[in-house]
């Protein structure tokens, strides 16, 4: 063996190594991070429109469900092989590929949605009355959730029942006669298409249509305010549109940030369908999935960072069984 396939063998292993602290310490925390931030936003008092509460809340549900039928359910199985050798005779690994995929599918697309309904409140000053309100947003949401329910149930055909534990992609075994087929080559290729190539470019667009109308908006804002008053005072509504702006560039940017990786190695993987194989090491698409399921423990920390009632409520939480706990106590 090459000096250099002992190395990327040896960081592989290392790989797995912290994958074992790492993937039960994202659990533990994602978990309950998840889980607090719909009960906080929930109760409506952070000072969000109820459009921006519900894509917000839409979001954090879904990255719990990835975090359990992901995180939980099968790479934490992956790493940790011999303790859940048992899984090897159970038989529902296509029936938690299909839930796993569609909440991931919904994770993604409800991020693209909440950009999209961002984009339109900044950009489209008339059709925001008629888009960004919480019946649309109901509907987008509803959509979503059904079309990445539907769009995943090929899953349950194409995959066997049983798990096969293994550090790979997948942890289903793909039945052998639909493996080399045409319909194999196709189906996985658009699904990665879908996500995360299409939404990844989608929420660029979006980011970059709402800067620069926001810049736009600015200069002339300003231009209109030194006509108008001879001076530069503080603008009230420029302060609320740079907010807006650093919470949506926030998420929208972790997003893009942590699944950077992911993105590149789906399309990498997937050249040699057009007859240009190129090899990524082992450890790298590794990488990738603890980056992509990191992005699904971070949104709470961006809004207790951005939002100063989200704080309040969080500290109040935090108050409250401490508070119960001494009235007991006394």
């Not at 409800?110 to 339109?120: E, I, K, S």
């Not at 319909?183 to 299409?198: G, Q, R, S, Y």
């Not at 926001?214 to 302060?239: C, F, H, N, T, Y």
Request: aromatic letters at 14%; charged letters at 15%; hydrophobic letters at 50%.
């Amino acid at each position: 063996m090459s000096l250099g396939f002992l190395l990327k063998l040896k960081i592989l292993w290392a790989f797995y190594d912290i994958q074992k602290i790492y993937y039960p310490i994202l659990a533990v925390v994602g978990v309950p991070v998840n889980a607090v931030t719909i009960l906080i936003l929930s109760r409506g008092k952070c000072g969000l429109s109820k459009c921006v509460t519900g894509y917000l809340v839409a979001m954090a549900a879904a990255d719990l469900l990835v975090i359990i039928f992901d995180l939980i359910l099968r790479q934490i199985p992956i790493v940790y092989r011999s303790e859940f050798a048992f899984l090897l005779y159970v038989r529902v690994c296509n029936v938690h590929a299909v839930l796993l995929y569609a909440v991931t599918d919904c994770s993604v697309w409800f991020t693209v949605a909440f950009t999209f309904d961002r984009c339109v409140a900044i950009c489209c000053q008339k059709l925001k009355s008629k888009y960004c309100t919480e019946r649309t947003a109901a509907m987008v949401l509803g959509t979503v959730t059904l079309l990445s329910c539907l769009k995943n149930t090929f899953w349950y055909f194409m995959y066997t029942s049983a798990y096969w534990l293994s550090n790979s992609p997948w942890f289903c075994l793909v039945k052998v006669y639909i493996s080399r087929s045409l319909t194999w080559t196709v189906v996985e290729l658009l699904h990665h298409i879908l996500n995360p190539f299409i939404p990844f470019l989608l929420i660029l667009i979006f980011n970059a249509l709402t800067v620069r109308h926001i810049l736009m908006a600015s200069r002339a804002r300003r231009r209109l305010r030194r006509r108008s008053s001879g001076d530069s005072p503080k603008d009230p509504e420029m302060g609320n549109r740079r907010q807006s702006m650093i919470v949506l560039f926030i998420i929208s940017g972790n997003f893009i940030l942590l699944w950077a990786v992911f993105t590149v190695c789906s399309v990498w993987r997937r050249l040699d369908y057009f007859g240009y194989p190129v090899s990524l090491p082992s450890f790298v698409p590794e990488i990738g999935f603890m980056l992509q399921l990191l992005s699904c423990c971070t949104n709470t920390f961006i809004y207790a960072v951005t939002q100063s009632k989200f704080r309040a409520e969080l500290r109040n939480g935090v108050k409250y069984p401490i508070v119960i706990m001494i009235k007991l106590i006394r």
